[in-house]
């Protein structure tokens, strides 16, 4: 495995003046980077799937050891407060357990048993998406786990940084990051978990694109859950709407802090047309949009909703 390889380039670094060791691991983070292009194809393949599966119940299901393991808690634990995305519907299944989150504890990687408990306990369905992180493609939990995951129709998504490895051969989806060896050998906190933090964030933010949680480059499931995003809400509504902010928070504040609600409200929709209008367009605001434009008479006034029509 390459990650795990010396790099003899490097076998000296510890005696480089620091600064010259700072520049080297910086390229090697911008090398991590450039490893990712060749993959968009299977990530944009992954994302699409995921989508397609997750409908309005699936979960998205992280799973891993180690550094990759909390690599992947950081990604899905900014689902909810990015895109709303119901807590419910996000879980993880990390070797170690919840303390793992914190605290490495190595010798978890092994348990193949306790990976298949915590797929069990998962009870998974076919609407379930699984995303398996490791590093090696080795890791004894983690393709465990994976594989348990397929026997129950998952959707499963495998992301490694050596090739020809058992957890992208276990993954319909498999997704090879190739960042080679490290500067520092077998730390794969550094340029492999650079890489596999981007590709989370690649695919987690691509199925968010894809389900309509995201409109014009903004966050319009945000919550506004404190000031600073009450803040952000506001400003959203407003530029979507092109109200001045006051006429933007009597809005956010009368659909009880739902953004696209908000909006729709700024534009003079009535509240009950406008939750109507959202639901058949499963929340997309872009879709609610064309729907309202196409809903406009020849007169440039808007036709009767489908909400109050006898």
């Known amino acids: 495995m390459t990650t795990e390889d010396v790099d003899l380039r490097f076998a000296d670094l510890d005696a480089w003046p620091l600064g010259s060791a700072m520049e080297a ?49 950081q990604d899905g634990a900014e689902l909810t407060p990015t895109f709303a995305w119901p807590g419910k519907r996000v879980r993880f299944i990390v070797a170690g357990g919840d303390s793992a989150f914190v605290t490495s504890i190595e010798g978890a990687e092994d348990d193949v048993d306790d990976a298949v408990r915590q797929i069990n306990a998962a009870r998974l369905k076919p609407q379930d998406v699984v995303i398996a992180v490791a590093a090696s ?24 940084n050596n090739p020809g ?57 945000m919550l506004p859950t404190n000031a600073k995003l009450k803040r952000r809400a506001e400003a959203m509504v407003a530029k979507i709407s092109s109200c001045d902010l006051p006429h933007a928070a009597r809005s956010l504040e009368q659909a009880g802090g739902d953004i696209k609600t908000a909006v729709l409200l700024a534009l003079g929709v009535d509240r009950s047309d406008a939750e109507a209008v959202l639901k058949d367009c499963d929340g997309n605001l872009r879709r609610v949009f064309a729907e309202l434009a196409a809903d406009v008479n020849d007169n440039g006034e808007r036709k009767q909703s489908g909400a109050n029509k006898s």
């Open 137 to 160: 493609g080795t890791t004894p939990f983690t393709v465990a786990a994976l594989q348990k995951a397929g026997s129950f129709g998952a959707v499963t998504i495998g992301l490694a």
């Open 25 to 73: 691991m910086w390229e090697g983070q911008l090398a991590a980077v450039a490893a990712i292009g060749h993959a968009l194809p299977a990530i944009t393949a992954a994302a699409e799937a995921a989508k397609s599966a997750l409908g309005d119940r699936g979960r998205i299901v992280y799973v891993g050891a180690g550094t990759s393991g909390r690599v992947a808690v």
């Open 165 to 221: 490895t058992a957890l992208l051969a276990s993954a319909k989806f498999p997704i090879l990051i190739e960042t080679g060896r490290e500067l520092i050998a077998g730390s794969t906190r550094m340029k492999a978990g650079t890489a596999q933090k981007i590709v989370l964030n690649l695919i987690s933010s691509g199925i968010m694109l894809r389900l309509g949680r995201v409109y014009r480059g903004m966050m319009v499931n």
